[in-house]
């Protein structure tokens, strides 16, 4: 199963953007780019997913690398209701939607 | 509300005991999915039903029994548990297995085994 990397926690101000990272350098072709986060005592929820294009919806934006080993959820003006657990996420041609230990978001007022 | 209930949010049980977690969904999804959480660990896999056959089984010990009697409803069946299987445990749905689509979750069922 294809890896991804991200750091474990990040930190921002509210307002003010957010650019989290993942590494998947061994990503396949058909592997597309999932974003999910978990907010506390809740089940995970969908963000955004892309294949080779950047993708843009009313929750983010997604930039994918040319060369699609690596990718960046921003979050153009991150809330106190952000803060989560981001998991970024390859989901392959097997359905298999294999999570990682994700990065903590924190937010500050 | 994501549109996917799952029953009970929390379970207590003796290892001896044999309850069922139930997952319900109404978004006319055909594909379902087990999760297990456990604490400082990464969701894992356990279960993958499209249009009620069984896709998938990560190897998941048999004191975990999946059943999917339509599309609308996945149970999970637990006897004879060990308290490293306590855990929260999610339930997702999607409109079809494949790569381009987006999973539902659950808020999961927590579940303590003593």
């Known amino acids: 199963d294809a890896k991804t990397t991200q750091p474990n926690s990040m930190e921002s101000n509210e307002e003010e953007p957010v650019h989290l990272p993942c590494n998947h350098s061994t990503i396949s072709g058909t592997d597309y780019i999932h974003w999910y986060r978990q907010l506390p005592s809740q089940g995970p929820e969908y963000v955004i997913h892309?294949?080779?294009s950047n993708v843009n919806n009313r929750m983010a934006s997604l930039a994918i690398a040319e060369d699609r080993k690596s990718s960046t959820l921003i979050l153009h003006r991150a809330t106190l209701r952000d803060a989560a657990v981001y998991y970024c996420?390859?989901?392959?041609?097997?359905?298999?939607?294999?999570f990682g230990t994700g990065t903590r978001l924190q937010v500050f007022p | 509300e994501t549109g996917v209930t799952q029953t009970p949010r929390h379970l207590v049980m003796g290892m001896t005991n044999k309850k069922s977690l139930k997952c319900e969904q109404h978004l006319g999804h055909n594909a379902m999915y087990w999760y297990k959480q456990s604490a400082k660990k990464p969701l894992e896999l356990m279960f993958v039903y499209s249009l009620e056959e069984r896709v998938e089984n990560n190897s998941v010990p048999s004191r975990f029994s999946p059943e999917c009697p339509n599309s609308s409803h996945l149970f999970l069946h637990l006897h004879t548990l060990q308290p490293e299987d306590s855990a929260l445990y999610l339930c997702?749905?999607?409109?079809?297995?494949?790569?381009?689509?987006?999973?539902?979750f659950g808020e999961g069922s927590r579940l303590t085994v003593l």
């Open positions: 892309g294949l080779t």
């Open positions: 996420i390859l989901r392959d041609y097997t359905d298999k939607l294999i």
């Open positions: 997702a749905s999607s409109p079809t297995t494949g790569v381009a689509g987006e999973l539902f």
